[in-house]
């Protein structure tokens, strides 16, 4: 990794796995100009799953699960924060249950409506009106 002011070597100086959400955070500095910024490491899940839908295969996108589950929950006070924290819950619970790199799209929607339906009965009734299984 280049340092994000002057563009030369850095060194890790601390480093944490964040398990829930599939990210490494590490602290990194600069060997030239000093400088210490923090980074979050994660898989690019776009690249290394894949979506079964019907006869198609298309890559697992983790902002349209977001968006989808944003949808469902905006009626909470703070949806952004509970979006996030759920799509995490849902991305692991997939990861899990995957054997292989390929996910069914109605696993997808079967493990989002049953995270939604312990979080907030609402927004799993919400989702599911938009989701087919």
Known sequence: MVC??????T??????????????W??????????????????????????????????????????SILQAVGHRKDPLSDASAITATITARLLQSTEGASIKSTDIIKNSLEVLQRFDKAAAVQYAAYHKT
Do not use: M
């Open 11 to 24: 060194k890790v100086t601390n480093s944490r796995p964040q398990r829930r959400l599939h990210q490494v």
């Open 26 to 67: 590490r602290r990194r500095t600069c060997t030239k100009c000093g400088a210490i910024f923090t980074t979050l490491e994660a898989a690019d899940f776009t690249s290394s799953l894949v979506v079964r839908d019907k006869d198609t295969l298309k890559p697992f996108r983790r902002d349209q699960l977001f968006v």
């Open 4 to 9: 994000i002011y002057c563009g030369s070597a």
